[in-house]
């Protein structure tokens, strides 16, 4: 059986889905450093590198659901709410 995280967004705009899965990708990359976070025994330079890298990933994420991709997910989801039930 394929991984999760290896089968395609079900949608038909690929940007979109392009998005979706970068999305997902960063915040996997949040949750792994939040859980470094938790390791004990963490030294301030080991924090201080962990914490950076969170900055940028938060900042990353921030960018990433901008105004566009927002409207990208409403578009969507007007358009799946249109759709008739198969």
């Known amino acids: 059986m394929m991984p999760m995280s290896d089968r ?3 949608t038909p705009n690929d ?3 392009a998005l979706i899965t970068e999305l997902g ?3 996997q990359q949040v949750i792994a450093l939040i859980n470094q976070l938790r390791l004990p025994d963490l030294t301030p330079q080991q924090q201080v590198k962990i914490l950076s890298e ?3 990933a938060v900042v990353h994420l921030h960018i990433h659901c901008d105004p566009s991709f927002q409207d990208l997910l409403v578009a969507e989801i ?3 709410s249109r759709a008739k039930p198969s």
């Open 8 to 10: 395609p967004i079900a």
């Open 15 to 17: 940007t979109l889905s």
């Open 25 to 27: 990708e960063e915040s």
């Open 54 to 56: 969170l900055l940028a």
């Open 78 to 80: 007007e358009h799946l």
